[in-house]
């Protein structure tokens, strides 16, 4: 557990905590990556899924982000020998432990619907009704 107090008063601790958040950030930045670790969070995946549940990505950049989680130890790939062979995803127990910041995201985002202005048009239309 972080102090945060002692991170406030030591330049030294603090540079240590910036740079494994910093390392923490990395392994889940990424225009995909999170919303792969969500889907993978409700349970296991083949490539098929994964590319239906994420509406615009290309196989190409699926292939790239689910190599790249799963060299940083966020997601088991599985082959099963069979002909066709099938490839499953499932995340590792480091990735399952960013469930409840998942909520705690979603969670977040129905809270700030609250405090959100609404847009131009749809302010425009409620008006001409």
Do not use: C
């Not at 809270?111 to 009704?129: D, G, I, L, N, Y």
């Amino acid at each position: 557990m972080i102090d945060i107090n002692a991170v406030r008063t030591d330049p030294h601790l603090a540079r240590v905590v910036q740079a494994q958040f910093r390392r923490a950030v990395g392994m889940i930045n990424g225009r995909w990556k999170l919303e792969i670790l969500w889907l993978l969070s409700h349970g296991t995946r083949r490539f098929g899924e994964l590319k239906r549940g994420l509406p615009g990505i290309t196989q190409h950049m699926l292939t790239a982000q689910l190599r790249a989680l799963e060299r940083d130890g966020l997601i088991k790939r599985t082959i099963f020998a069979e002909v066709p062979p099938r490839v499953e995803y499932e995340n590792t127990d480091a990735a399952r432990r960013l469930r409840p910041i998942f909520l705690e995201i979603v969670k977040w985002a129905e809270e700030q619907e609250a405090f959100v202005a609404p847009s131009e048009p749809a302010a425009q239309a409620s008006k001409e009704a």
